[in-house]
C-alpha cells in the first residue's frame, strides 16, 4: 500500500508552493520556464488520477472501429490514419459518423489530460 499522500496530491501541492511561493519572487525572464515547468506538473497530476483508463478506453473504440480485436495503438491509429487518407471520412462515406465519432471522443480525452480548460464542463 503507498503512503498517503498519493502523487497526484504531491504534485498538486508541490505546484500550489511553485505558484504561491517561489513564482512571485522570480525575475520576470525565468518565470516562463516556471510556468511550463507547473504545466508538466498539472499533466503529470491529471495523468496519475485518470491511470490507464483513456488509453484503455481509446484502444477498446479503435478496435471496435477497425474491426481488429489485436491491433496495438500504434497500428490501430496506422489503419485509421490509412482509412481517412483513402476516404473514409470523407461526406457520405458509410463509416464517416463512427470514425468521427471515435476522433472526436480520443480528442476530448486527450485535452481533458493536457489542457482541460478549453473544455466546457471539465474540472480545471
Keep these: 500500500m503507498r503512503e498517503q499522500p498519493k502523487g497526484d496530491a504531491l504534485l498538486a501541492t ?10 512571485p519572487a522570480l525575475p520576470a525572464d525565468r518565470k516562463y520556464a516556471l510556468l511550463m ?13 485518470n ?11 479503435l478496435r471496435e472501429l477497425l474491426d481488429d480485436s489485436k491491433a496495438s495503438p500504434a497500428e490501430g ?14 461526406p457520405g462515406a458509410p463509416q464517416r459518423a463512427a470514425l468521427f465519432a471515435h ?3 480520443a480528442g476530448r480525452r486527450r485535452l ?10 471539465e474540472p480545471r
Design 103 to 105: 476522433l472526436r471522443a
Design 51 to 61: 491511470g490507464d483508463a483513456p488509453e484503455v478506453q481509446e484502444l477498446a473504440e
Design 14 to 23: 508541490a505546484r500550489q508552493i511553485l505558484r504561491d511561493d517561489v513564482l
Design 77 to 90: 491509429n496506422r489503419q485509421l490514419a490509412r482509412l481517412l487518407r483513402a476516404g473514409a471520412g470523407d
Design 37 to 49: 515547468v507547473m504545466n508538466a506538473m498539472s499533466i503529470a497530476e491529471r495523468q496519475l488520477r
Design 112 to 121: 481533458a489530460e493536457s489542457n482541460p480548460k478549453v473544455l466546457p464542463g
